[in-house]
């Protein structure tokens, strides 16, 4: 029954992460192809996609050799990373410190910057290298994120291959969508997702960085629940504290531009 939990919540932690991963990607290709043509768009995508099929290859034998007391220690110092870095975005963007992220912003921006600021659908018939290049440099960073997700949830635990199953019908369901709608996916609740994404990795990176260091948590794997429980009301009231001072700070500069 344990195992099934641990199965399950990695499956579910695995596709929130890489949904996000993966909506940013098919947010720069669909602009790409929509303005350099579809056909280099596409190529730069599948070597892309090539080169995280190597990368997968390599570190999945790579992690057969590693101990692992080292390996909870790598994994749990990543989720962190990761974790930490979401939750931040997150929580500034609730709070109004910055601006929440937009995907149809993003898309035009690259729209237009593909364009070279100018209104004029460019088309290309012949091999574009801006397009490839642009499309690959998207989709390979998207990537690399999401092959350190998969490994940081299921290494491990030993459910690579759940974590995986995740990422995979994320990425799928992302396609999909991006296909038929034709349209960059902008009513994706990004930042609510990177929210919960983030307490979630930083919950499993302090489990793992614990245990690497040799931490005895209370209820071993039932510690991760009260973890995520603790992260969850820190960032709430984190969140509050930094929009009422954000409120306050504007207040301020508003009553002082008035004098």
């Known amino acids: 029954m344990s195992g099934s939990i641990h199965a399950w919540s990695t499956i579910a932690s695995a596709f929130l992460a890489s949904s996000v991963e993966a909506v940013e990607a098919l947010t720069v290709v669909l602009a790409v192809g929509v303005v350099r043509g579809w056909r280099s768009a596409l190529l730069g995508t599948l070597v892309a996609l090539g080169l995280l099929a190597v990368l997968v290859a390599v570190f999945g034998r790579a992690l057969g050799l590693v101990p692992v007391t080292l390996l909870q220690l790598v994994v749990g110092t990543l989720l962190l990373l990761f974790g930490l870095r979401w939750l931040r975005k997150a929580m500034l963007r609730a709070a109004g410190v910055v601006a929440r992220h937009d995907e149809e912003a993003i898309y035009e921006g690259e729209v237009l910057a593909l364009r070279g600021g100018t209104v004029r659908l460019v088309s290309h018939t012949r091999w574009d290298l801006v397009a ?3 499309a690959f440099k998207a989709v390979t960073l998207e990537g690399v994120e999401v092959i350190v997700i998969v490994i ?3 290494a491990v635990q030993g459910l690579l291959v759940a974590a ?3 990422a995979l019908a994320a990425c799928v369901l992302v396609v999909v969508a991006g296909v038929l709608l034709h349209r960059p996916l902008a009513r994706v609740p990004e930042n609510g997702l990177k929210f ?7 919950a499993f990176g302090l489990f793992w960085f614990g245990e690497g260091i040799g931490l005895q948590w209370p209820s071993d794997d039932g510690a991760i629940p009260g973890l995520i ?4 009301g820190a960032s709430w009231l984190g969140t509050r504290i930094a929009a009422r001072v954000t409120a306050t700070a504007k207040g301020i500069a508003i009553r002082g531009g008035s004098l």
């Open 164 to 166: 995986s199953l995740g």
């Open 152 to 154: 940081g949830l299921g």
């Open 229 to 232: 429980v603790i992260l969850a």
């Open 196 to 202: 919960v994404v983030g307490i979630v990795m930083t």
């Open 132 to 134: 490839i290049v642009t």
